[in-house]
């Protein structure tokens, strides 16, 4: 235990040593501030309570003198540059403002113009905006600032084309003049010696050029910059491909030149990729009658009508195909809907001698007050109980219904009534009509296999002859650009024809380019992509019974669809606008949707 005290005896009083104040100690090394870095000054003063010498601050010089009057303690160091010379003035006056200027500020502009005194001519680019500052000796005055109203003022050198135009504007600024002889710290800003009063906007440019040149842009900044420039110069080259595209998109000439046409669809092979059914979302309860894609190749909106009663609308995206509305007619069978060539509204008809009207944009559904035919005849045996076949004109403003005992009978749409304006009459009650392109003639198809072709002006035949390989003709359809037209059968046969040949013929009966035997049963289904390089044909009597038609070869396709492909009983048919898609329905209430890879991207 005496070991222990003596030690601590021994430490106490070496300690007391150091401190005694008759010790030699080189204090001279102590109280040279310049050779102690910060981290000992900031010691010194928390253990001594020693002021810490003011120190001069890093600048882009090492040679540089700084006045005493500029070291002095304002009591704005903490005030940005924005609010030391800001100048709040309610109404244009002649006044004159002093200001202190912040201790950092005077010290970095001093550095900077003491450094750059000597050098030469720099070009500094801000803004899109390039200006040269010459650098002149400081000479220490009172900082003031001069504030008056000009009775006119120099143009705006800051108004350029490639400047943004501000978000906010003060219009104090434009009644401000600085002076910038009136301070030391503002000739650094001066282009030339003789310069002398400037506006605010100058001088609020001034002031950002010099601090742009003490703090220099950042290099992810000016790598932002060049990646804004050259998107900018994209923009650019695309609005010049523009101006050079307007005088084709307007010419009424030919676009062979022009444009690059997509490959033609190739026979034998069909690249066909499944995908979600369409109306997964919402199945349909029974069989599905009918279904169509919207006109507009910008709207991918299908609807399913079923044996449920019910129109379903989805929006066709390949993937999810989300469910947007349904329909219910608990009154009407449906038989068969269609779109209207405009897109505007669904025609609902079935075993009723009454339609439905569904108006997509207002959701409202309007029935028909009477058969459209009842006005004929005042017997009720006349009037038409079933008004299924029936077909849109290509511009949608007539309406065309196969009446009983052969009777077609014309309907104005146009003028939104639906009465009927005339009636056509054929030798046998008609299965299925046809329009030609632009609308002047229409083709029937009568229960004894003869086509009659009408001149709806003038509601006179121009063509009838009968289908030889008919034996029961049921269906008749043709593409939009009428260079095909197809006939199917009871036995399964489809025949092709080209309408300008079958009008141009005389006497005997038209030969088809080719009639189809790939289908033993019923034809149920027929339709023409809007291109006329396929054509689907189905029948509702087997299952499976679906084929593809490459028209310009008028063969089928042998990759698709095999006898591993779930269709199930097809009773409805319909392709896309664009032809990329095709909807299959069957007697199941799926309405199976196919990707055709070949028209994907035309």
């Given at each position: 235990m005496a070991k222990v005290r003596a030690r601590k005896r021994q430490r106490a009083s070496t300690s007391k040593d150091i401190l005694q104040p008759n010790k030699t100690v080189n204090t001279e090394l102590l109280e040279d501030d310049a050779l102690k870095d910060n981290e000992e000054l900031q010691l010194e003063s928390m253990l001594f309570g020693k002021a810490i010498p003011k120190r001069r601050r890093p600048s882009l010089s090492e040679d540089i003198v700084h006045d005493d009057d500029e070291l002095e303690n304002t009591g704005m160091e903490h005030l940005p540059d924005t609010d030391l010379f800001f100048v709040d003035q309610g109404e244009p006056s002649t006044s004159k403002v002093t200001l202190d200027a912040s201790e950092s500020d005077q010290e970095s502009n001093e550095e900077?113009?003491?450094?750059?005194?000597?050098?030469?001519?720099?070009?500094?680019?801000?803004g899109g905006i390039t200006q040269t500052l010459e650098e002149t000796e400081p000479e220490v005055q009172s900082p003031t600032l001069d504030v008056t109203t000009p009775s006119s003022r120099p143009p705006n050198p800051l108004t350029t084309k490639s400047r943004k135009k501000a978000a906010w504007h003060d219009p104090a600024d434009d009644a401000l003049t600085v002076s910038l002889t009136s301070k030391t710290k503002l000739r650094k800003l001066r282009d030339s010696k003789d310069e002398d009063e400037v506006d605010g906007r100058v001088y609020q440019r001034k002031l950002r050029q010099q601090f742009e040149k003490i703090n220099p842009t950042p290099e992810w900044a000016t790598k932002a910059r060049k990646r804004k420039?050259?998107?900018?110069?994209?923009?650019?080259d695309e609005e010049m491909t523009e101006d050079l595209l307007d005088p084709v998109l307007n010419a009424s000439g030919g676009l062979v030149n022009h444009r690059k046409v997509k490959e033609s669809l190739a026979s034998g092979s069909l690249s066909v990729e499944r995908l979600r059914d369409a109306n997964q979302a919402a199945k349909t309860q029974g069989e599905i009658k009918a279904l169509g894609f919207h006109p507009n190749?910008?709207?991918?909106?299908?609807?399913?009508?079923?044996?449920?009663?019910?129109?379903?609308?989805?929006?066709?995206?390949?993937?999810?195909?989300?469910?947007?509305?349904t329909i219910h007619v608990p009154d009407l069978p449906l038989a068969n809907a269609a779109f209207h060539p405009s897109g505007s509204s669904i025609l609902l008809t079935g075993s009723r001698p009454y339609y439905y009207n569904y108006d997509i944009q207002s959701g409202v559904t309007t029935r028909s007050l009477a058969s459209p035919t009842s006005h004929l005849s005042t017997s009720e045996a006349n009037s038409d109980h079933n008004l299924s076949t029936?077909?849109?004109?290509?511009?949608?403003?007539l309406l065309a219904v196969a009446g009983r005992r052969g009777y077609i009978h014309l309907l104005d749409w146009a003028r939104g009534g639906g009465q009927t304006i005339g009636s056509l009459?054929?030798?046998?009650?008609?299965?299925?009509?046809?329009?030609?392109?632009?609308?002047?003639?229409?083709?029937?198809?009568?229960e004894d296999s003869e086509v009659f072709v009408w001149d709806v002006g003038s509601r006179r035949c121009v063509k009838k002859w009968k289908e030889d390989g008919g034996y029961g003709a049921r269906l008749i359809t043709g593409d939009v650009g009428d260079r095909y037209v197809g006939i199917g059968s009871n036995t399964g046969f489809v025949s092709i024809y080209e309408p300008e040949a079958v009008l141009a013929s005389t006497g005997s009966n038209?030969?088809?380019?080719?009639?189809?035997?790939?289908?033993?049963?019923?034809?149920?289904?027929?339709t023409f992509d809007r291109s006329a390089q396929v054509m689907a044909m189905a029948s509702n009597m087997k299952k499976d019974q679906l084929r593809m038609l490459h028209v310009q070869s008028l063969t089928v396709f042998a990759n698709w669809p095999t006898s591993s492909t779930p269709l199930g009983t097809v009773s409805a048919l319909g392709f896309s606008p664009s032809s990329q898609y095709i909807a299959v329905g069957n007697t199941r209430g799926n309405a199976l949707l196919y990707h055709l890879r070949h028209f994907s991207s035309s």
């Open positions: 900077a113009e003491e450094d750059e005194a000597a050098s030469d001519e720099e070009d500094e680019d801000w420039r050259r998107r900018d110069d994209e923009d650019e190749p910008n709207i991918s909106v299908l609807f399913t009508a079923g044996g449920d009663r019910r129109l379903r609308l989805f929006n066709v995206d390949g993937h999810t195909n989300p469910h947007l509305q029936n077909l849109f004109s290509p511009r949608g403003d009459k054929a030798n046998s009650p008609v299965k299925s009509l046809y329009w030609s392109k632009d609308g002047s003639q229409l083709w029937s198809l009568g038209p030969k088809p380019l080719k009639t189809i035997g790939n289908l033993t049963t019923r034809i149920s289904s027929l």
